[in-house]
């Protein structure tokens, strides 16, 4: 169809009323809308993201991968597999929402959602390395996080593998180090066997990670050991 033809048929519908004129506002209108569900909803992927990112650094299980296959099962095991399916819905409510424009549209359906992950991940991987879940984590121990925030930081939505445990070493002997955290004192065993992935040196303060097998209560016997840096000043929320 040539534009003249094009033209003609479409005032033809028009003079028919098969056509409706919309004013300017309209299109505004629903520009505006769609930019905001847009931003809303890459806000909260961010975020999302980002959260889980800290609380694994928080609770430890960030690390656990550095022992190896067992590791990467208790890893496995402490993610908030709901929420990530959840944040997957999200994904795709973003992919449609980003279709509506034209620079997204022509593009593969694949390569626009690895387009969307890859942000999303980028970006809240770069939320982490502000101190935004620091004073977030702080308000939410004080109390002054409105609902649904309130208690995410105290009680996070992350299992724990029942092999892995985090605490500050506090004395070290031959063959064992003891460390403490907000549950008590631990006496950890240390063996040739014993995974050290950055090396055998502990010194009292040190913030360590440990899988093992409890030999009996309050003793673990490690199959790895490391130290970590603590979140924060408070090591927030595992040490509070």
């Known amino acids: 169809m040539n534009p003249e033809s094009l033209k003609d048929t479409i005032m033809k519908g028009i003079h028919e009323g098969r056509v409706q004129m919309r004013p300017r506002w309209h299109f505004v209108l629903l520009s505006s809308l769609l930019f905001v569900g847009v931003l809303v909803v890459c806000i909260t992927l961010v975020y999302a993201v980002s959260l889980i990112v800290y609380l694994l650094h928080a609770n430890g299980e960030w690390f656990a991968p550095s022992f190896g296959l067992r590791g990467w099962f208790s ?21 449609i929402l980003v279709r509506q424009y034209a620079f997204v549209y022509k593009k593969p359906l694949i390569t626009s959602v690895l387009g969307i992950v890859g942000i999303v991940l980028v970006g809240g991987f770069l939320i982490t390395l ?7 984590a702080h308000f939410d121990h004080d109390g002054m996080l409105p609902p649904p925030l309130n208690g995410l930081y105290r009680q996070p939505p992350l299992g724990r593998s029942p092999d892995l445990y985090r605490g500050m070493i506090v004395a070290i002997t031959s063959g064992q180090v003891v460390a403490i955290n907000r549950e008590g004192t631990t006496t950890i065993l240390i063996d040739p066997r014993t995974r050290l992935p950055y090396g055998s040196t502990f010194d009292s303060g040190d913030l360590v990670i440990v899988i093992g097998d409890y030999v009996a209560t309050g003793t673990l016997h490690a199959f790895g050991i490391r130290t970590v840096e603590p979140v924060n000043d408070d090591d927030v929320p595992s040490m509070k």
């Open 130 to 136: 502000t101190p935004l879940h620091n004073r977030m």
């Open 75 to 95: 890893f496995l095991y402490s993610l908030p597999w709901m929420l990530m399916v959840l944040l997957a819905l999200f994904v795709l409510i973003l992919e």
